[in-house]
Structures are given as structure tokens and as C-alpha cells.
């Protein structure tokens, strides 16, 4: 899929990735067999970093095989093209994400992938078809309750992006040392029977500068949103998921962030009757399991009379 990218020659040729038959094999981590899955209208999912050891396949693995939609959105960076170039990593579990999100393409999901700037190689498929994964610069999504959402990725909005690239590189190094910390310190956690917790998460609201990078890109994005005349805009590309209003030239403008599969583990999801909801999947995760446990313990009490 990726030698052609690798060795340097990919964007040379017209031809699309060669996926045929990644569906075909079974996954290292087999998806389970249940009836029971939380169904939504719409989910977004983007910044998932595929070929890098700071992303959470496990999470991402868990939270496909307990949702379903209708239509799903991938909003670009889901394969780090900008890490690959440096060193090769792709493990068993990487190549699981892809499977599933194949195989609900297959089953009737529309799946829609607009990449972003860690994936850009794959915008010169724009509005081609493969493995039935529809690849779009970026889309509009009408909502069950009537909204006019644009989709896209977010870089095009990155003052940092669009006149220092340079700069971004050097980010993208901090930034992946960075989350190599991150593993150390939920490895951890994760010995000692605490959650997943995101570090450079912490980070990002302690550093004033984020914070006001953040805020600002959210007001220009949102702004570039009202100009197109929709309701609303779903992004990523900044690792922060969010929910704001803002109001340009008196109309409303919803901007959503759907975060990413690196640091927080969120999706954004749309529910049947529109309503959208952004979800913290490590939290999910323990709600189920605490929810589990509870009925474990009602079932064992109920049955203690009937013993006796």
C-alpha cells in the first residue's frame, strides 16, 4: 500500500493505492461477535495517526467494534505519511483499523475520508473511489434536523502550516517525543490500574500560547464557515476536541472538533434526531465496564435466595 509513497514516487502516477483484498484477511485482533452495537446516524473521527507509536490503536480498535452508522467521515492525518517517510512502523494492529473501517464500507457504511496535511498524499485521489472509500477535499454534511455542516480537515486554516512549514516539522518532532513520554507514563497507569490519561493534553491547557492558538483557530475556521453560507463546520487537525458557538454577520455558526486517536481518544457522533455529542472513549470504556460489574453484582445477589 505504501512502497510506491516510501521510496519516494508516490504522486508520480495516476494510479490509486492498491488495496484490493486488505478486507480479505482476518485481523490479528478478531472483531466480536455481538448483536449489541451503539448505532449512530454519523460519526467523525480524524487525527488518527496510523504508522506511529503514539497512536491508540486499542482504543480505536474497541470503539469500532462498538459503534456503527450510517455514514462515517474521516477527517483527515488517519495515516502519518509524514512519519512513514522517516522510519517504517506499522504493526499487526494498525492494519486491523484499516480492515474494519473496509469492511464497514463493505456492509453499507458510507465512508467518506478527506485527508489532511500528515496524509496529503492521498488528495490527488480527490474524488475517486477505492475499496469503497469515496476521497473528497472536503464535504457538506446536512444533519438530521435540517443543519448544513462543511467537513474538512482544518490545516488549510493553520497560520503555522501555511507560512512556516518548516515550523511544522520541527513541531511534529517535539510533538512525537512528546508522545513517547505519554506511552511511558500510561504504561504506568495502566500497571497500576488507573485510566488512560493524555499528557500533552495537560499541557496544551497549562501553555497560555496554546490556549490562544487554539481559540483563534477555532474563530477562523468557524468564520471561513459562515462566508460558505452553512450552519456549522466539523474539524480536526488540532488535537482538540471541542464544541463552540460563534456568531458572524448576526447568524450563529456551530464549530465542532471531532479531536483525534493520539491524546483524547474523542469521536464526534450524530444522533438520529441530529442531536451530535462528542464522545471520550477511554470514559466510555469505564462507564460500560462500571455498568458491567454493576450487573454482575445484581445478577450474583438475585441468585443468593434461590441457593439458599
Request: glycine share 8%; proline share 3%; charged share 30%.
Amino acid at each position: 500500500m505504501f512502497g510506491d509513497y516510501l521510496e519516494g514516487n508516490f504522486g508520480n502516477s495516476s494510479d490509486l493505492p492498491d488495496i484490493s483484498g486488505f478486507d480479505q484477511h482476518e485481523p490479528v485482533i478478531p472483531e466480536p461477535r455481538r448483536a449489541e452495537r451503539r448505532k449512530f446516524r454519523t460519526i467523525w473521527i480524524s487525527d488518527v495517526h496510523l504508522g506511529t507509536k503514539g497512536c491508540n490503536a486499542d482504543l480505536l480498535i474497541d470503539f469500532l467494534d462498538n459503534t456503527d452508522s450510517e455514514v462515517m467521515y474521516l477527517v483527515g492525518d488517519i495515516i502519518d505519511g509524514w512519519r512513514l517517510k522517516k522510519k517504517l512502523y506499522w504493526p499487526a494492529a494498525h492494519n486491523d483499523i484499516v480492515w474494519r473501517i473496509l469492511k464497514r464500507a463493505k456492509r453499507g457504511t458510507r465512508i467518506v475520508y478527506i485527508p489532511g496535511n500528515h496524509d496529503e498524499m492521498f488528495r490527488q485521489f480527490t474524488g475517486l473511489n477505492f475499496g469503497g472509500v469515496e476521497v473528497q477535499r472536503a464535504a457538506f454534511h446536512e444533519t438530521a434536523d435540517g443543519r448544513k455542516l462543511l467537513v474538512l480537515h482544518g490545516d488549510e486554516f493553520d497560520t503555522v502550516m501555511l507560512a512556516h512549514r518548516w515550523l511544522a516539522f520541527v513541531g511534529d518532532a517535539a510533538y512525537t517525543a512528546l508522545m513517547g513520554l505519554n506511552q511511558w507514563v500510561n504504561a504506568v497507569r495502566q500497571r497500576l490500574g488507573l485510566s488512560y490519561w493524555s499528557l500533552s493534553k495537560m499541557a496544551k491547557h497549562k501553555v497560555k500560547n496554546a490556549v490562544e492558538f487554539i481559540s483563534q483557530y477555532e474563530e477562523i475556521v468557524a468564520r471561513a464557515a459562515a462566508q460558505r453560507g452553512v450552519d456549522g463546520v466539523v474539524c480536526g487537525h488540532i488535537h482538540t476536541a471541542e464544541h463552540r458557538m460563534f456568531t458572524h454577520d448576526g447568524k450563529s455558526i456551530e464549530y465542532w472538533n471531532d479531536g483525534d486517536w493520539v491524546e483524547g481518544c474523542n469521536a464526534l457522533v450524530e444522533h438520529e434526531d441530529g442531536r451530535m455529542e462528542i464522545l471520550h472513549w477511554p470514559d466510555e470504556i469505564a462507564r460500560r465496564e462500571r455498568d458491567a460489574a454493576e450487573d454482575a453484582t445484581f445478577e450474583s445477589e438475585r441468585a443468593v435466595p434461590a441457593a439458599a
